[in-house]
């Protein structure tokens, strides 16, 4: 689940069952933080594919304002997030291109 805002992508570490909150995508940012995130669509009819790139500078963010803005956005995008916000920490992506294609 991402939120946007302002030239950055926030995700945030959820409830959802994890063997460890110390996800090895959180320790990857801190020793690289380029990273891309990649969405795609994928349809029987190869007409309706398409995909979207984002590449960016990634920052792990455990308090402040920073991180109640993540997880501000991301309750107010999605329904779940409303009873169970998630606990963090939230991934900040400051956005540096996009990239994207479409069969159709």
């Keep these: ?10 995700t945030a570490v959820d409830h959802k069952p ?16 380029g ?7 994928y349809d029987d009819d190869w007409t309706r594919l398409w995909w979207i790139r984002i590449d960016g500078t990634a920052r792990v963010i455990d308090s402040g304002p920073r991180f109640r803005e993540g997880i501000a956005l991301l309750t107010r995008k999605y ?3 409303v009873r169970r916000p998630p606990q963090g920490p ?8 996009i990239r994207a294609w479409s069969a159709a």
């Design 1 to 10: 689940m991402f939120a946007y805002t302002d030239g950055c992508l926030y």
């Design 18 to 33: 994890k063997t460890t909150h110390r996800l090895k995508r959180l320790r990857n940012i801190e020793i690289n933080p």
């Design 35 to 41: 990273v891309a995130v990649l969405v795609d669509h």
């Design 79 to 81: 329904q779940p997030y």
């Design 90 to 97: 939230v991934i900040a992506v400051r956005v540096e291109s």
